[in-house]
């Protein structure tokens, strides 16, 4: 046992100081580290530099300090949370907002991330969203200022609630729609409860956008945070009754919030994807023709490489990543089925890295999934060439 004054990860380092010295130990080596009087112990100095500068009123030297510390560790909570923080300060809403969902995606329910999240919003003028991040924030036992937050801005509108959701408006109040969006929520939660074996802890959160067009939102990249944050989103302008699409659109984004309740951040984006794609209905081995095709020619990119949000991906980079989720979801259906679908969203949800729960409930690493996956796609395609 090494006792330090401070500790922090660096690359592939664990650095602590003692004494005014800085040492470094190899991560692999490192079991556990933990602080003597409960605080954080793993804190990058340079995030808590971030804070002091900006609590000091130098938004500029806090963002710096910020951006080192994600240099060297470029899935920090608190070092995100730092970015935020100071890009709020800097009236950069739209930037802050990205940095606060990032954070949200990597540790789902962080009261201080909801907070920052509302505050990005209503410095971009979102005041309907900056609620909803801040009800939330009082919900993860924020502090007392959050609560004062919310209550400046006032009461939401006209809701429809039951015991699994709180159904909002982003826009005019349209209750028959919210009680056909609930019941059609209602069933998929019964259904999902069912086959998983798990459901939310808490009432999740819908937010009809009365104001917004309908689309389709499940293969959007830029629509992450509409299950990142723990809120459903969903644009219904033009809708007086919950279409075939619409109920496609909420299916996959409740599908989302079951696994983010169980998996948290533990998940990777492919299989958060593909499960929910699998989960709001049709054939889940419908993209399997195209993509044995596609290995038939060349290799596919790693399931590694899609572990990250797909935010910034190109249309075409988006599109083949969802579909290689959904289809890497259906070849774990087809070794393990259901069951073992629910071992990995447990071993997820224990902690494990992808890369270590793969083998508890599959009994394959990453490359063994990846070699198999697409061995059964170039013989499954080769099978139904001549029929074509």
Same mark, same amino acid.
């Given at each position: 046992?090494?006792?330090? =004054? ?17 040492? %470094?130990? !190899? ?9 003597? =009087?409960?605080?954080?112990? +793993? ?6 530099? @971030? ?16 951006? +080192? ?5 470029? /899935? ?31 540790e789902p329910g962080n009261a201080l ?23 939330? $924030? ?5 502090? !007392? ?50 086959? +998983? ?21 499940? #293969?959007? !990249? ?68 195209? +993509? ?5 020619? @060349?290799?596919?990119? #790693? ?19 969802? $579909?290689?989720?959904? @289809? ?11 069951? &073992? ?9 224990? &902690?494990?890295?992808?890369?270590? %729960? ?6 394959? @690493?990453y490359g063994e999934l990846q070699r ?12 139904? /060439?001549? $029929?074509?």
């Open positions: 046992m090494i006792e330090a =004054d401070e500790a922090w990860f660096e690359g592939t380092e664990l650095r602590y100081r003692r004494n005014g010295t800085v040492y %470094a130990v !190899p991560r692999a080596l490192v079991a556990r580290v933990g602080a003597a =009087d409960g605080s954080a112990a +793993l804190e990058d100095p340079d995030a808590r530099r @971030s804070r002091e500068r900006l609590a000091a009123g130098d938004p500029s030297e806090a963002l710096r300090f910020a951006r +080192l510390a994600l240099f060297r560790q470029p /899935s920090s909570v608190p070092a995100l949370q730092a970015l935020a923080a100071a890009q709020i300060a800097l009236g950069d809403g739209s930037r802050a907002r990205d940095s606060a969902t990032l954070a949200l995606s990597l991330s909801l907070e920052l999240l509302g505050d990005a919003l209503m410095e971009s003028g979102d005041f309907a969203r900056a609620r909803e991040q801040y009800r939330l $924030a009082v919900e993860a036992q924020g502090p !007392p200022r959050v609560r004062s937050k919310l209550e400046g801005l006032g009461t939401s509108a006209a809701s429809v609630s039951s015991a699994r959701f709180w159904i909002r408006y982003d826009g005019a109040a349209d209750e028959p729609l919210g009680l056909g969006v609930l019941r059609v929520l209602d069933a998929a939660w019964e259904e999902y409860e069912r086959r +998983l074996g798990f459901a939310p802890d808490l009432p999740v959160t819908v937010v009809l956008q009365t104001a917004t067009a309908f689309r389709d939102t499940t #293969r959007a !990249p830029d629509w992450v945070a509409a299950w990142n944050d723990g809120t459903i989103r969903v644009p219904v302008m033009g809708l007086d009754r919950p279409t075939p699409g619409l109920v496609r659109v909420l299916r996959h984004e409740l599908a989302h919030s079951f696994v983010a309740t169980r998996a948290g951040a533990q998940c990777p984006t492919w299989l958060h994807e593909g499960l929910a794609q699998w989960l709001e209905g049709g054939d889940p081995e419908r993209e399997d023709p195209a +993509l044995a095709r596609r290995a038939s020619r @060349s290799r596919l990119p #790693r399931l590694e490489s899609l572990e990250r949000p797909f935010v910034g991906l190109s249309e075409a980079d988006a599109t083949a990543a969802y $579909a290689q989720s959904l @289809s890497a979801v259906a070849h774990l259906l087809r070794l393990r089925g259901e069951a &073992g679908v629910r071992r990995l969203i447990d071993a997820l949800g224990e &902690g494990l890295p992808a890369a270590e %729960a793969l083998p508890t409930a599959f009994a394959l @690493s198999d996956w697409e061995a059964h796609l170039i013989h499954a395609g080769g099978r139904a /060439s001549p $029929a074509s």
